[in-house]
């Protein structure tokens, strides 16, 4: 497998390495062989929308089955064929991995219409405060009237996550059965200075003033765990010192 860095927890077929040094491996070794190999195991992982996990083979355990590799990992369906038969010229790879390159592009476009992960606007983001409509004319204008007059889909907040396994990359529900997805995690950490499990997520503005649970995969001795924890939501700042208030700023 093209692994990542030598430590346990890297040591997955990661997309991302191999698109980066096909070119370099090709040149310096025969691995035409490895490569034919290890891109059927990646289509194999492919889902059935088209979508590429970050490493491959996948094991069906944890959250990577289900994520999107994204620019640079799972662009590997496409740049790793392409590169083999430019180097050795040999057309049969890209006839045989032609129907998940081409399932990947088709992807694409779809991803960007219907995933919300993939933009932001001012009114999800918070800062609608800084779009300045008296201006008459300026990109995207028209679709932030539309968007202020209706609402926006997605909101992002600010969460409290139970427990301390940081839920970076989790989806969020309405339930704890886990029955209806309605948001998820765009960031996430146990902060030291807090104190506490931290998370930035966007959620859809429907579901703001319902429960939040998390389902939140881990690591431990080489196996993934999941555990769904409850979510609070909050409204003031994680930390706000003293100091950070202070005009002038004391010195510390």
């Known amino acids: 497998m093209p692994t990542d860095c030598p430590q346990r927890d890297e040591r997955l077929g990661w997309t991302g390495d191999a698109q980066v040094f096909v070119r370099t491996a090709s040149f310096n070794m025969e691995v035409a062989g490895f490569f034919s190999k290890w891109l059927l195991d990646l289509e194999d992982a492919q889902s059935q929308d088209g979508r590429v996990p970050p490493v491959a083979p996948v094991t069906g355990i944890g959250p990577l ?19 083999i038969h430019r180097c050795f010229g040999d057309r049969r790879l890209l006839e045989e991995r032609w129907e998940g390159m081409a399932a990947y592009i088709d992807f694409l476009p779809a991803n960007v219409t219907v995933r919300s992960g993939r933009s932001r606007s001012p009114f999800e983001l918070g800062l609608d405060w800084l779009v300045d409509f008296k201006k008459p004319h300026f990109n995207g204008r028209t679709a932030l009237l539309r968007e202020k007059a209706r609402g926006s889909k997605y909101t992002l907040i600010k969460l409290d996550v139970e427990g301390n396994k940081p839920a970076e990359g989790s989806y969020i529900y309405k339930n704890k059965r886990c029955t209806k997805e309605i948001g998820y995690v765009t960031s996430a ?33 080489l196996r993934h765990y999941s555990r769904v924890v409850k979510c609070t939501r909050k409204t003031k700042p994680f930390w706000a010192p003293a100091r950070a208030k202070a005009t002038p700023p004391p010195n510390f």
Do not use: F
């Not at 089955?65 to 590169?83: F, N, R």
């Not at 200075?193 to 959620?203: G, T, W």
């Not at 429960?211 to 881990?218: C, D, F, G, H, R």
């Open 65 to 83: 089955p289900k994520l999107d590799g994204g620019p640079a990992w799972a662009d590997a369906i496409v740049i790793c064929p392409w590169t």
């Open 189 to 221: 950490m146990w902060s030291p200075a807090v104190k506490a499990n931290i998370a930035l997520a966007m959620i859809k503005t429907e579901h703001l003033h319902g429960e939040l649970w998390a389902e939140i995969y881990y690591e431990k001795e």
